[in-house]
C-alpha cells in the first residue's frame, strides 16, 4: 500500500499564518510516501513569496512532487511574463517543471499546465503529452498510475466558469492510452472527486479526478482550508479529505470515499 497527501494553492504572500505548522505536524504524524503539490505556491510569484514557500517544501521530509500554477507565473510585470515565466520557480522552488516519481507500486508524473498566455486558465500540449505516453511506456502494468496537474480535467462541484485544462480532450485520449488512474488538481479550492466518464466519453476508461482545496491561503471559495490523504493499493483507493478547524488548530477528518477497481477503472466501492 502507498500512502499520498495532496495539497494545493499554497499561495505564500496570503496565508492563514496559523497553519503551516499544524499543517506539517500532520504531514509529519501521516508518514506519506510522496506529497504532491498541485500548484500555485505563491501568490503574485514574487522572490520573497517563492522563498518562503521553499522553506515549507523543505520542511516536509518526505519525497515530493511539485508542479506550477498560473500564480507563480507573473502578472503585471509582463516582461517577467513572457519572457522569464518560471526563472523565479525553476531558480527558488525546482528546476524540473515535469517531474516524475516511481517505486515498486506507483509511479506519477507532474505535468505543468501554466501559461504566460492563457494566464488564469491552463493547457497542455502535444509534447507534454508525448513525453507522458514515453513515461508511462515502461512501468509495470501492476502499478498505480498519477498525473499531476495544477489545472483540473472537471470543475469541483461549485466551481465558477467551465473553463478546465486546455486540449483536456486530446489529454484524455492520451491518458487512456496510459491507463492512468488518477489525475490530482487545485487551482478552484475546491476539494472533491468525480470520474472522467461524466465529463468524456472514451470507451472501457474512467479514471478518478481528485481536486484539492487550497491548503494554507485565505482565498477560500466556500470551503474551508483543505488536503487529501490518499491511500492506494493494487484493487482500492481510498481517499480522505481533511478540512483545517480553526477552532482547534488542526486538520479533522471531513469525509472519505473508497473506490475499487473496475474494467473500466475505479467504482465507488
Known amino acids: 500500500m502507498r500512502t499520498l497527501i495532496h495539497l494545493s494553492d499554497l499561495h505564500f504572500g496570503r496565508i492563514d499564518p496559523a497553519i503551516p505548522e499544524p499543517l506539517l505536524q500532520f504531514i509529519r504524524a501521516a508518514k506519506p510516501d510522496l506529497v504532491a503539490i498541485s500548484g500555485d505556491l505563491t501568490q503574485r510569484a514574487r522572490t520573497a513569496e517563492f522563498m518562503a514557500a521553499r522553506k515549507f517544501v523543505d520542511a516536509i521530509p518526505f519525497p515530493k512532487i511539485v508542479v506550477p500554477g498560473n500564480h507563480d507565473v507573473p502578472l503585471h510585470n509582463l516582461f517577467s511574463r513572457f519572457f522569464r515565466r518560471l526563472d523565479r520557480y525553476q531558480r527558488i522552488i525546482s528546476a524540473d517543471l515535469e517531474p516524475f516519481y516511481i517505486d515498486s507500486e506507483i509511479a506519477v508524473a507532474g505535468i505543468n499546465t501554466a501559461r504566460a498566455l492563457t494566464w488564469k486558465n491552463g493547457r497542455i500540449n502535444r509534447q507534454q503529452l508525448q513525453q507522458l505516453l514515453s513515461r508511462f511506456a515502461t512501468v509495470p502494468p501492476t502499478h498505480a498510475r498519477i498525473v499531476v496537474t495544477h489545472h483540473p ?11 478546465v485544462v486546455g486540449r483536456s480532450k486530446l489529454a484524455m485520449r492520451m491518458l487512456a492510452q496510459c491507463r492512468v488512474d488518477m489525475l490530482l488538481a487545485g487551482h478552484f479550492h475546491l476539494g472533491a472527486i468525480s470520474q472522467t466518464a461524466t465529463r468524456y466519453n472514451i470507451d472501457n476508461y ?57 474494467e473500466n477503472g475505479w467504482v465507488r466501492a
Not at 480535467?153 to 473553463?163: E, N, Q, S, T, V
Not at 487550497?214 to 492506494?232: A, E, F, K, V, Y
Request: net charge positive.
Open 206 to 262: 474512467s479514471p478518478l479526478i481528485v481536486a484539492s482545496g487550497t491548503s494554507t491561503s485565505t482565498r477560500w471559495r466556500g470551503q474551508p482550508n483543505s488536503l487529501n490523504l490518499i491511500r492506494i493499493n493494487e484493487s482500492s483507493i481510498s481517499i480522505s479529505q481533511y478540512r483545517w478547524g480553526s477552532e482547534r488548530s488542526l486538520f479533522d477528518l471531513f469525509s472519505t470515499e473508497t473506490f475499487v477497481r473496475a
Open 153 to 163: 480535467f472537471d470543475l469541483p462541484p461549485g466551481a465558477k466558469g467551465d473553463r
